[in-house]
């Protein structure tokens, strides 16, 4: 099995920055493709960002498009989110995920997820 922990999460004010990280152990594969979710209170939960296991094909969610960067470093099975210009609407827990075999495309559909993560709160304060 592959385990995810994600960390970063915390309070920020609007128009900050947020990084997120997401370690992978366990069964985790570098040929996984890696992505980010999230869900605000009283919403389902919703593709934000993904990235192909060699990092050269990212797909993100229109929403965050422009603001927030996916990144990898398989040397640490680690993903990263880079948030940017948040607003309060980005407030939400954010869960990693993992997709064997599948495309950063794949992910945003979340086809072939193997794995989530427990979540951080990041919460966008106006």
């Known amino acids: 099995q592959v385990q995810l922990v994600e960390s970063g999460g915390g309070l920020v004010q609007a128009g900050g920055s947020r990084r997120l990280s997401c370690a992978a152990s366990?069964?985790?594969?570098?040929?996984?493709?890696m992505g980010w979710f999230r869900q605000a209170p009283g919403k389902e939960r919703e593709f934000a960002a993904a990235?192909?296991?060699?990092?050269?094909?990212?797909n993100y969610a229109d929403s965050v498009k422009g603001r927030f960067t996916i990144s990898r470093d398989n040397a640490k099975n680690t993903v990263y989110l880079q948030m940017n210009s948040l607003k309060p609407e980005d407030t939400a827990v954010y869960y990693c995920?993992?997709?064997?075999?599948?495309?950063?495309?794949?992910?945003?559909?979340?086809?072939?997820?193997?794995?989530w993560g427990q979540g951080t709160q990041v919460t966008v304060s106006s």
């Open positions: 990235i192909s296991w060699d990092g050269v094909s990212t």
């Open positions: 366990g069964r985790a594969r570098v040929t996984y493709a």
């Open positions: 995920a993992t997709a064997y075999g599948a495309t950063a495309q794949d992910m945003s559909m979340r086809r072939g997820i193997n794995a």
